[in-house]
């Protein structure tokens, strides 16, 4: 018996439940760090540079470069009907990378090292971060 | 850790028959390959004193190993289940070697084996698929595991030019090297061109710079140098091993043209007392052809940014200057899920015996493995040589 995919949504836990909030809001929370203002992405408990665990939740200016992408012509599952789609790394301005949709672009526009910035796509009751080109 | 070159050998090594086995659970092949090198180790079931085994991602359990001992009949000193992906064959075998060395055992089996092409139900393969990557990060995204590699294909294209061609010069050579492999799963010879026709999965990797789905399973026998030289084969000796761990998530990665294979390359090379002009033959962990590319460059097989000319060179082919995957690899020999790695070693022994015939790199007597888990998570890399290189 083959079951109706479905697309998976995030499941807040304690430490990400901020980010998924915000995601909510419109706006893209990330964690940085007291004790040497580094930026960290996924939500943690320590500083990925110094290990401090005095880490608080800022705005993210939401604005990026694409490290990386791929147009997927073959996808699984749910997400069979949506091929051709964008997935990218996006470098945010901060420093964390993030996967991630790039929407609303033709795929000849797309490159390594273009600026994006971020916009939220709803998914049932929750918002991805997805990218567009600026 | 250097104290340990040249301390241990594999003495046996025994691959089952891959491809499609609709005769067998991931269980029935581990079994068939325990059985397998222990003969070709001139042992005994009763013999092993330690099973290491990797676990089923068909028929998962909580106790793999001491599953797989039970139904060898055989009570071991010591069981143990790896879980480092393809990267699992070098973190088994550099535990083997220190098992034996520290005298907790007198011998080691490592036997890993899955039945992924006829095991698998469609759901379960689709949320397989669907598991890889961070469940609230990645996984909403929808990325294929194709697509997890493309990105990393991408980046070495932007970085380095290199060319989808190239890519494909990759899975030519595999192919081309499984075709004078009596049981590969796939023998057929393919051109650049068939590569660049087959079906764009993501871009830009096609339908063949993607490995196979395959059942099947192998296993080493080891001990300790000393016990090795009773044993009827050549004895194979472990001269280094190394490991390198950047990161579990590709988003994640520092780097995507450039990996953990640079430490675990460092590390073993240093071990062993060896460089890359020392290896005569080389299994590359090859889940996609890009990723061949890399490891080239991280362990010092061509500068870095090179690799593309380098296999379009012929330098991986038989004959070539570093022949890579003589039996075909997860590309063209098989790929069990996490057993795969272990035909890149099993080879490795063969052609160090010599035992390969037409495919058999003249000479050889040192011999490389990298091998890696996730995407690009977890790189382990071994140097074997005969005898002669102690």
């Known amino acids: 018996m083959t079951s109706s995919p479905q697309k998976p949504v995030p499941v807040p836990t304690p430490d990400t439940k901020e980010f998924w909030d915000g995601c909510s809001q419109g706006i893209l929370r990330i964690q940085k760090c007291e004790d040497c203002s580094s930026h960290v992405f996924f939500p943690t408990l320590v500083c990925q540079e110094c290990h401090s665990d005095r880490l608080t939740w800022v705005s993210s200016s939401g604005l990026g470069e694409i490290k990386t992408f791929t147009v997927v012509h073959r996808a699984v599952g749910a997400f069979a009907p949506d091929a051709p789609y964008t997935i990218a790394i996006v470098a945010l301005d901060e420093g964390p990378q993030l996967m991630t949709y790039i929407v609303d672009q033709k795929e000849s526009d797309l490159a390594i090292g273009k600026r994006v910035a971020v916009a939220f796509e709803r998914r049932l009751d929750s918002y991805l971060p997805v990218f567009k080109l600026v | ?390």
């Open chain 2, 1 to 390: 850790m250097d104290k340990l070159r040249g301390t241990t050998a594999i003495v046996g090594a025994f691959d089952t028959e891959v491809g499609k086995r609709p005769d067998a659970t991931s269980t029935h092949l581990c079994l068939e390959a325990v059985k397998g090198a222990v003969e070709d180790a001139g042992m005994k079931i009763s013999d092993v004193e330690g099973l290491i085994t990797c676990n089923s991602q068909v028929t998962p359990v909580t106790y793999h190993a001491e599953l797989i001992a039970e139904a060898l009949g055989i009570e071991p000193k010591m069981c143990l289940s790896v879980s480092t992906g393809g990267g699992t064959t070098v973190a088994t075998v550099a535990h083997a070697a220190a098992s034996i060395s520290t005298g907790m055992c007198k011998n080691v089996v490592i036997v890993k084996g899955d039945n992924l092409a006829t095991g698998f139900t469609k759901d379960q393969a689709l949320a397989s698929m669907a598991s890889v990557g961070h469940p609230q990060f990645e996984q909403p995204y929808g990325a294929p595991v194709p697509a997890f590699y493309a990105l990393i294909a991408q980046a070495h294209m932007h970085a380095y030019g290199t060319t989808s061609e190239q890519m494909a010069r990759v899975a030519v050579s595999a192919h081309y090297h499984a075709s004078l492999h009596p049981g590969a799963h796939k023998r057929e010879v393919l051109t650049v061109d068939d590569v660049l026709s087959s079906k764009m999965i993501a871009d830009p990797l096609h339908l063949y710079d993607c490995s196979l789905v395959s059942d099947g399973g192998a296993a080493l026998v080891m001990t300790s140098a000393d016990a090795a030289k009773d044993r009827p084969k050549k004895p194979i000796y472990l001269l280094g091993f190394g490991e390198g761990h950047r990161n579990e998530h590709i988003s994640q990665a520092r780097s995507f043209t450039e990996s953990g294979a640079v430490e675990s390359g460092e590390s073993a090379f240093k071990m062993s007392k060896m460089t890359p002009e020392d290896v005569d033959v080389a299994s590359l962990y090859d889940c996609f052809t890009p990723v061949v590319l890399i490891e080239l460059e991280d362990l010092g097989f061509c500068p870095k940014g090179e690799s593309g000319p380098f296999v379009e060179d012929g330098s991986i082919d038989l004959g070539g200057k570093i022949p890579v995957n003589t039996h075909g690899g997860l590309l063209s020999h098989c790929h069990p899920g996490n057993p795969g790695s272990m035909f890149h070693v099993t080879e490795l022994v063969k052609q160090l015996r010599n035992e390969c015939g037409e495919r058999q790199v003249k000479g050889a007597s040192v011999g490389l493995a990298h091998l890696q888990g996730g995407i690009l998570s977890s790189h382990g890399t071994l140097l074997l040589g005969g005898e002669e290189t102690i």
